[in-house]
């Protein structure tokens, strides 16, 4: 076979160059040239193209035989949680993670047991021999495994095992080992992950085989090759969690099958990764009593309320006081300390704050509002809040404290794990007495001032 010719380009205007250049000639940005694959047109466009509008078939939505997509259960009840039920057939799932944080030992384990229900598995490993491969398995008690694995970066190599053996399952370990002898970039970069996973979802697309991609988050936080993977794939997955404590979680950003921002909980054990199937706890630091500058929140990610510890300092700083948030957005940390000092006259204008959600969870939602404004201002006046107490909440710029979704569920949940008082929006607060709230006082609050003062009151 001939070797097909590769060009250039351009990022930005699509232009293209026979050869690399550091400035598109096109529109003069600069490195914006990626290698890619040309393809030559084979006769001329006219005639092609009403060759082709005589094959392609168009149908109606009504015509299509639609029936809903059959899901195989990993057998692992958290990670089928996060792709919607389980995998689909051709369907294209990448998970990405900081290395180290559990990707091949999840993946690992859910092939065994795909393979022990009766499926036919494939690992294909490009960063770890077979010997490491199986070296886990061992450790992970998975004995006897019969899951095939196959030690190959060679992209055309990777796509006749997978067209020979005809897998219900595979996956690539990882994504940034791949390449394509059609292109003479080295593995990892742009053109290589973007040729490589094109070519994997186009097969598993046209064979069934639904296929997993590892990849691996670069020092900025996104999948290498600017994510150029996730609008390829149907799912993409992503690992969280703090590689320090045992506690792992799976997010989904973007799931055609299924929800997003639903996440399962892992923790690591010995024995690889257990699915924590009621998570609601684990995100509190365990002190007997309340300290100053911590404050409960319930958060909803995805279907379940989840409790997670909020924690503030606020310390005396230089000249430029630093703003810093571990697990929360730190633009909206400087946001909520501006509402802080219009609304409620709370000043930490010359005072470090830093803000921290425990054990290493990442909250996105802003509901999360209410809870980050009592911590601080607890750390700033040394005072602890009330003991069970939590707090929940969106705050607006006009200092308004709006609705989270689906509070009553959220409250349900602190109810149930022995909260005593609850500070939460107007809308929030339960409109009759409900048997599931026992236990619990509900403060509504419409403005943050409100919440304040509230507080300073339960707290003498
Ligand atoms: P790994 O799955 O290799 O991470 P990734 O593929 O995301 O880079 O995870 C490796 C980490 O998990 C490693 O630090 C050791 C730890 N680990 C356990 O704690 N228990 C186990 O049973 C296994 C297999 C790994
Ligand atoms: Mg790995």
């Known amino acids: 076979m001939a070797k097909d010719k590769t060009q250039y380009t351009c990022n930005e205007c699509g232009g293209t160059s026979p050869k690399w250049l550091g400035k598109c000639p096109h529109c003069n940005a600069w ?30 939505l009504a015509d299509i035989d639609a029936t809903d997509v059959q899901r195989t259960p990993t057998g692992h009840d958290e990670l089928d949680r996060v792709l919607g039920g389980g995998i689909v057939e051709g369907g294209v799932v990448l998970i990405g993670g900081d290395p180290g944080i559990g990707k091949s030992t999840l993946l690992l384990q859910a092939l065994d047991a795909l393979q022990r229900s009766g499926q036919k598995t494939l690992y294909v490993t490009g960063e770890e021999s077979g010997a490491q491969v199986a070296l886990r398995s061992r450790r992970l008690g998975l004995d006897g495994s019969q899951v095939s694995v196959l030690a190959e970066i060679q992209l055309e190599k990777i ?42 979802t186009r097969a598993a697309k046209a064979s069934g085989t639904a296929i997993v991609l590892v990849g691996h988050v670069t020092k900025e936080g996104a999948l290498a090759g600017p994510r ?21 979680l799976i997010r989904a950003i973007k799931n055609r099958f299924g929800a997003v921002n639903e996440i399962g909980v892992f923790a690591m054990t010995e024995r690889g990764l257990k699915g924590v199937s009621n998570p609601s706890a684990i995100f509190l630091s ?18 379940r309320p989840m409790l997670v510890e909020i924690q503030a300092l606020v310390d005396s700083g230089g000249p430029s006081p630093r703003r810093l948030s571990v697990g929360l957005d730190r633009d909206r940390l400087a946001m909520l300390l501006a509402v802080l000092h219009r609304h409620a006259g709370v000043a930490c204008m010359d005072q470090d704050v830093f803000v921290n959600a425990v054990g290493g969870v990442r909250i996105s939602e802003p509901a999360a509002d209410l809870a980050v404004m009592l911590a601080i201002t607890s750390s700033l006046r040394g005072k602890a809040l009330p003991k069970g107490f939590i707090a929940f909440g969106e705050v607006g710029l006009a200092g308004e404290v709006r609705p989270a979704p689906r509070g009553q569920e959220r409250l349900k949940e602190a109810a149930k794990l022995g909260f005593s008082v609850a500070v939460v929006p107007k809308a929030n607060a339960p409109k009759k007495n409900d048997k599931a709230f026992e236990g619990l006082t509900i403060h509504a609050v419409e403005r943050i001032e409100e919440a304040m003062s509230l507080v300073r009151q339960l707290a003498d």
Do not use: W
């Not at 466009?45 to 509008?53: I, V």
């Not at 794939?233 to 506690?247: I, P």
């Open 31 to 60: 490195n914006t040239l990626i290698e890619s694959v040309a393809e030559s047109p084979s006769a001329p466009a006219k005639n092609r193209f009403a060759s082709l509008a005589k094959t392609a078939e168009v149908t109606t």
């Open 286 to 303: 365990q002190h007997s009593e309340p300290v100053p500058g911590s404050c409960v929140m319930v958060t909803l990610e995805g279907t």
């Open 159 to 200: 796509l006749a095992t997978l067209a020979h053996t005809q897998p219900a399952i595979a996956v690539i370990d990882s994504i940034q080992t791949v390449y394509s002898e059609q292109l003479t970039s080295a593995p990892g970069s742009v053109a290589q992950v973007r040729e490589c996973a094109a070519h994997l």
């Open 228 to 248: 150029v993977l996730e609008h390829m794939v149907d799912t993409v997955l992503y690992f969280e969690g703090d590689t320090h404590s045992s506690f792992r």
